[in-house]
């Protein structure tokens, strides 16, 4: 609780003391405006998921939109994936050294600490996930009702908040199908549990894909996909950084892609587009993927690679407010890509010394690290949006650390020899070295 509280004093010092005059970068003005629409009543169609903006209007109910309520939000939320955090560790492990390491690890996470000032969906999907897991795992042990509500609400916020988690359900349905074989659970609390997650699931959705229906958009949660598919399917998308056009303004880009994208988007504003600019925007990639299986194919992979690239996006942000030197940025990139890369490492190592009692429960966790990553492989994949899948992969780097801790030597001797494990770990400063690579690139 002591490590806990230091870790939400960190994120307050840096809000709002160290970057207090921080604007927001990013997607946060949409969500921004968003929240602000919403108690307007002038909401008019959703471009972005719902989840983020919504956890921001009681904030700006209660104290108004400013940089101030913003920094606050930001708080809130990297505080909340701290807290969640500890919570699934606590509920896979139990109270003890790895949890007390989880917690120290999640509270000194260099990317959360930096991108406190900002309102982002990673951390309340961060949140969601680990908390949806957490109760989930509960009612394994012990069924629960109420748990399985929890979980079930969980899930219908991640969705709303990136609706593309919404493949992580196939976890939650194989989990209790496997429950049900071995008699764990009875055929009427599985199609109980079936019925209130999907239930749930449909109350929190329906009603802003009925809104987007309304406003001439189809029944869809958010506007934003086709645009998204668009931009990293088309001859002119970097290989690797797929997502790059989505991060520059059209004059940012160069004339050929301008003219490209805008023959499709003459008003050069993807947050306008109307459904048929949308519908030809899919046919446009579907199209392209179809004829370029080769490119696409590669694409896909880069995507793949690109997911676990090092954090560098809130040192990129705070350089981009011209709050800090390029030497200051380059010890905050550091510090950024840094973290990450010592917890997936840890992670990575995990699998080759953990006890067989708790193999089930890596399976389990690189189930959902698939499912969550699957989606983002068909457009792009930014590095932030494996922030969801950090709270997994610290409880099992705590693992690790809490046997190096208590048998260091045993460990080494264990590892050195599994011609595997250097391949992975080579594999993972490969996938860095190129990720830097085009970093700097198409920075």
């Not at 946060?28 to 919504?54: E, I, R």
């Not at 239930?199 to 009925?210: N, S």
């Not at 690239?309 to 407010?321: L, P, Q, V």
Request: with cysteine; hydrophobic share 50%; charged share 10%.
């Amino acid at each position: 609780m002591i490590v806990i509280a230091l870790g939400v004093a960190l994120r307050v010092v840096i809000s709002f003391v160290i970057l207090a005059g921080m604007p927001q970068g990013g997607d946060g003005p949409s969500y921004s405006q968003q929240a602000q629409d919403v108690l307007a009543g002038t909401m008019s169609y959703w471009y972005f998921p719902p989840g983020t903006a919504l956890s921001v209007v009681p904030f700006y109910w209660a104290f108004g939109p400013s940089v101030g309520t913003d920094h606050l939000v930001g708080v809130v939320l990297t505080s909340g994936f701290l807290v969640a955090a500890v919570f699934l560790s606590r509920v896979m492990l139990g109270w003890g050294r790895p949890t007390f390491i989880v917690a120290v690890l999640a509270s000194l996470y260099p990317h959360s600490l930096l991108s406190s000032p900002q309102i982002t969906s990673q951390p309340l999907a961060g949140i969601c996930l680990a908390a949806a897991i957490a109760f989930g795992w509960e009612c394994r042990d012990a069924w629960s009702w109420k748990r399985w509500v929890g979980a079930s609400i969980c899930i219908a916020a991640l969705i709303l908040t990136r609706p593309a988690s919404a493949a992580v359900i196939g976890v939650f349905f194989i989990g209790g199908l496997i429950l049900w074989r071995r008699r764990v659970i009875s055929t009427k609390i599985l199609l109980g549990a079936t019925g209130i997650m999907v239930g749930m699931v449909v109350a929190f959705v329906a009603g802003f894909m009925v809104h987007n229906e309304k406003m001439g958009h189809g029944p869809v949660l958010s506007t934003n996909v086709e645009w998204n598919i668009f931009l990293s399917n088309n001859p002119f998308t970097p290989d690797y950084k797929t997502g790059h056009f989505g991060q520059r303004r059209f004059d940012e880009i160069s004339p050929e892609a301008r003219s490209y994208l805008a023959h499709v988007l003459p008003h050069e504003s993807p947050y306008a587009a109307t459904r048929e600019q949308r519908r030809v925007m899919s046919d446009s990639a579907r199209s392209y993927m179809i004829s370029h299986p080769g490119t696409t194919l590669y694409r896909m992979s880069s995507r793949i690679r690109g997911f676990w690239g090092m954090d560098y996006t809130a040192s990129r942000s705070i350089r981009n407010s011209h709050l800090i030197s390029t030497a200051a940025f380059l010890v905050l990139l550091f510090l950024e890509g840094g973290g990450f890369l010592v917890v997936l490492l840890l992670a990575v190592t995990a699998p080759f010394i953990l006890p067989n009692p708790m193999k089930g429960r890596w399976w389990l966790a690189m189930a959902v690290v698939a499912l969550i990553m699957a989606p983002y492989i068909v457009a792009f994949a930014q590095t932030q949006y494996h922030l969801p899948l950090i709270p997994i992969l610290m409880l099992f780097g705590a693992i690790v650390i809490d046997h190096c801790v208590r048998e260091p030597r045993r460990i080494w001797v264990q590892v050195r020899s599994r011609w595997l494990w250097w391949a992975c770990i080579a594999t993972v400063f490969a996938i860095q070295a190129e990720h830097i690579y085009y970093m700097l690139l198409l920075l």
